[in-house]
């Protein structure tokens, strides 16, 4: 039994020790002829006087070995001590089988978990390896969608600035040429107005000395009518009615001619008035205020340009 301890620290010795032939030994005849044959050939193998029997080689066929070592008395000796004491070895060394199982069973799970850990190591380092790389494509995609959305505001915004300043430019032309003809229209009505003026001034004198004349005539005919008369002999009292008659006449027509150029001149007034309401700045303010409006345009569009540059 000393000697089964200190050849169990062979390997050789182990395995017929194993839990699956220790546990079916006590009710498995074969298992038990098994655990013997196996121990024996151990004695052969570590004593160098002997040698193992052809048909205990390889895979061999119990029956067949079991023949040959009963042909020698030491093996049959070795063989029919270790089938006596096998129940006998497996119950002492049940403990030490019990605890090289447990600790071969937990190299092996160690091993399982080491392989494992690589396995996940390995795995990823792979998935850090293709992260890396498709942020890398993320980041070069992404500038390069910059740079194409910087790019196309910058030409989108020098078009829209440009067609603006185009459309500004035009319709400034457009309102300088109607403000020319306008005012060069406003210039001939003036004239006109001022000729109109002229002649209602002229036809305002005429009236006045028309009238004058009218009311000469009409005041020696009827004086004459009147004093034509032999029957009148209150002369001093005629000659005071026909003379506040003559007046009253003068003043009827002295007051038709002013109505007439008051008229006239408040109706000139107003569309003179009207007129110049229409064309409230000179040529010279509004190209100023055109000129200013194109620099507050520049300054704008220049920003724009700098805020929006191509990267």
């Given amino acids: 039994m000393n000697n089964l301890v200190e050849y169990y ?4 010795y182990k395995l017929p020790f194993n839990s699956l032939y220790c546990n079916d030994i006590y009710n498995n005849q074969e298992n038990r002829i098994s655990v013997a044959i196996e121990l024996t050939i151990c004695d052969i193998k570590t004593t160098k006087s002997l040698t193992i029997p052809l048909e205990c080689i390889g895979e061999y066929d119990k029956s067949y070995c079991l023949d040959a070592i009963s042909r020698s008395s030491q093996l049959w000796s070795s063989y ?24 071969n069973n937990q190299l092996t799970i160690l091993d399982y978990l080491t392989r494992l850990q690589q396995q996940l190591n390995t795995q990823i380092d ?28 910058f030409h989108l915004t020098n078009q829209m600035f440009d067609s603006h300043h ?21 210039n001939l009505i003036d004239s006109n107005l001022n000729r109109t003026s002229s002649s209602i001034s002229n036809i305002s004198a005429t009236l006045a000395d ?29 000659n005071i009615s026909i003379k506040a008659i003559f007046e009253l006449l003068r003043a009827i027509f002295a007051g038709f001619t002013t109505i007439f150029v008051i008229v006239a001149a408040g109706s000139l007034t107003c569309i003179k008035g009207f007129m110049r309401s229409l064309f409230r700045y000179s040529p010279k303010s ?3 205020r055109a000129r200013r409006l194109e620099q507050r345009s520049s300054k704008v569009k220049e920003g724009l340009r700098y805020n929006s540059a191509p990267i």
């Fill in 286 to 288: 509004r190209k100023l």
């Fill in 80 to 103: 029919s001590g270790y089938f006596r004491d096998s129940l006998t070895i497996c119950q002492s060394f049940k403990p030490e089988i019990i605890q090289t199982e447990f600790l």
């Fill in 210 to 238: 028309i009238s004058q004349y009218q009311y000469n005539t009409l005041e020696k005919s009827l004086f004459d009518y009147l004093t034509s008369f032999n029957y009148v002999t209150n002369y001093d009292y005629l």
């Fill in 166 to 186: 185009s459309v500004v430019k035009s319709t400034d032309m457009l309102f300088n040429n109607l403000a020319k003809i306008y005012f060069d229209h406003f």
């Fill in 126 to 153: 792979y998935h850090e390896h293709l992260d890396k790389k498709l942020l890398i494509k993320m980041d070069y995609l992404l500038d390069n969608l910059l740079v194409i959305y910087n790019n196309s505001i």
């Fill in 9 to 12: 620290k062979n390997d050789c």
